[in-house]
């Protein structure tokens, strides 16, 4: 059996969770469920019944180096990027580090910034993926849907693999839907979401990275060739930025679907990407809040009262510099706050 390496990108600044969120404290260094960890924590949690302290890789900005390390002593591999290129390049990187070692090797990648309530049903779900992956699959996780969401991309799943639990071809990927094409989706039964979770042999996936990236494929296993040397730092910094900015769905999910080389795994366990104000409200409001004739969730600082009154459906976010009010059905558009702040001479809230 294939040893399994656990990769972490941690990177984003989450500007729809400002001002929570910021660039020198993303989303994945915060504790939005008040349990005592924070969600690069959890994912780390998530990793250890699958994978040794020592193959698991965290991928992050130089910026977020000492909080996470602090957040995780036990951290042995921590990639730092000169700057953000996407999750292929950040990916890839560990990956190509691991198959030099380690051709053999299946690798999954796994975002630091997900909330999975039900650890032990994802641990299931990555090792049949892990077991399809031994078979020279890319494969990938895909949540099964419960609701016609429009905020998240399709998987379309095709005929049933032969020896495996669950696992099912998949045909293509799916962009954000309209509503109407949503609930067709779920109505069909052949479309899970695709949570950004891919398993592979290290190998298969440069391999195919440099079918359909060449200059990339290159560049990383480049960068990989001089891990462990006095040159490797000289080697990142010159080939870092010539790297393709590219996500790994366009870069390889995609076009390794349309050989027929990619398989889903679909899975249930409760995963949410937290990725605005209406996907935390559920996770509930800080201690000192009044509701008055009105509903939402709140968020501010210990110590502080927050009291609402008469708004329905609203996020108050109260930090020690800003203040955001908001109709959690605009969720979507608090970037467009974060997008004007420099304008306004406030560099200093991103």
């Known amino acids: 059996m294939s040893t399994f390496h656990a990769i972490i990108p941690a990177g984003g600044a989450g500007t729809r969770l400002w001002p929570l969120s910021r660039k020198a404290r993303p989303k994945f260094l915060l504790d939005l469920e008040g349990t005592g960890r924070t969600l690069i924590q959890q994912t780390w949690d998530r990793m250890l019944p699958l994978a040794s302290p020592e193959h698991v ?37 560990a990956a190509a580090i691991i198959e030099r070692a380690d051709p053999d090797a299946v690798v999954g990648s796994f975002a630091a910034d997900h909330r999975i309530p039900d650890p032990d049903r994802f641990a299931d779900a990555v090792r049949e ?35 495996f639990a669950s696992a099912r071809a998949v045909r293509t990927f799916v962009e954000k839907p309209d509503e109407e094409t949503a609930r067709g989706y779920l109505a069909s039964g052949d479309f899970v979401w695709n949570a950004g979770m891919f398993v592979a042999r290290a190998s298969v996936l440069l391999d195919s990275l440099a079918r359909f990236q060449p200059d990339l494929a290159a560049g990383l296993r480049a960068i990989a060739a001089a891990w462990g040397s006095p040159a490797f730092v000289a080697e990142l910094e010159r080939t870092w930025p010539t790297l393709t900015t590219i996500a790994i769905d366009h870069a390889v999910a995609e076009p390794v679907a349309a050989e027929g080389g990619m398989a889903v795994v679909p899975a249930t366990f409760g995963w949410d990407d937290l990725g605005d104000f209406a996907s935390i409200a559920p996770l509930g409001s800080s201690p000192d809040v009044l509701w008055v004739d009105a509903d939402g969730v709140a968020r501010g600082q210990d110590g502080v009262q927050i009291a609402v009154l008469g708004l329905r459906n609203v996020a108050v976010v109260q930090t020690d510099d800003a203040v955001l009010v908001l109709d959690l059905a605009q969720s979507q558009r608090v970037k467009e706050i974060v997008a004007q702040l420099p304008g306004l001479d406030r560099d200093d809230l991103l």
């Open 57 to 93: 890789h965290v991928v992050s900005g130089a910026a977020h180096a000492g909080a996470i390390a602090a957040q995780l002593p036990e951290l042995v591999n921590l990639l730092l990027e000169p700057s953000p290129r996407d999750s292929m390049p950040a990916i890839g990187l």
């Open 129 to 163: 993926a892990i077991a399809v992956a031994e078979q020279g699959y890319v494969v990938t996780i895909g949540i099964e849907p419960t609701e016609p969401s429009t905020a998240f991309g399709y998987i379309a799943a095709g005929e049933p693999l032969e020896d």
